[in-house]
Nanobody, 114 residues
Framework: QVQLVESGGGLVQPGGSLRLSCVAS??????YAWYRQAPGKQRELVAG???????NYADSVKGRFTISRDNAKNTVNLQMNSLNPEDTAVYYC??????????WGQGTQVTVSS
């Protein structure tokens, strides 16, 4: 059974940093990603990481966010720097199994406000 456990959200001032983590277990995964959904908006891809190490980012976060994986801990991380109020959203961890099944975490709230 696949389980995703997210952590690291919270309240941060503009210009600050947060690190989100997602512990993934229960299967072998081919790709990892972080999505976000702000109130009244559609869920959008923030950053993706392929099993080959390739990464992709939304234009709005390029140069500020970094996705990475800790194989030993089965964890995928999202380091977020230079946060601004437009980054406020619920952030979701997403993994895709080798059978191309998508799994989602429960979501963690990130609020950027002074």
């Amino acid at each position: 059974q696949v389980q995703l456990v997210e952590s690291g959200g919270g309240l941060v001032q503009p210009g600050g940093s947060l690190r989100l983590s997602c512990v993934a277990s229960g299967s072998i995964f081919r790709s990892y990603a972080w999505y976000r959904q702000a109130p009244g908006k559609q869920r959008e891809l923030v950053a993706g990481l392929g099993i080959d190490g390739s990464t992709n980012y939304a234009d709005s976060v390029k140069g500020r966010f970094t996705i990475s994986r800790d194989n030993a801990k089965n964890t995928v991380n999202l380091q977020m720097n230079s946060l601004n109020p437009e980054d406020t959203a619920v952030y979701y961890c997403n993994v895709r199994s080798v059978g191309f099944v998508n799994y989602w975490g429960q979501g963690t709230q990130v609020t950027v406000s002074s």
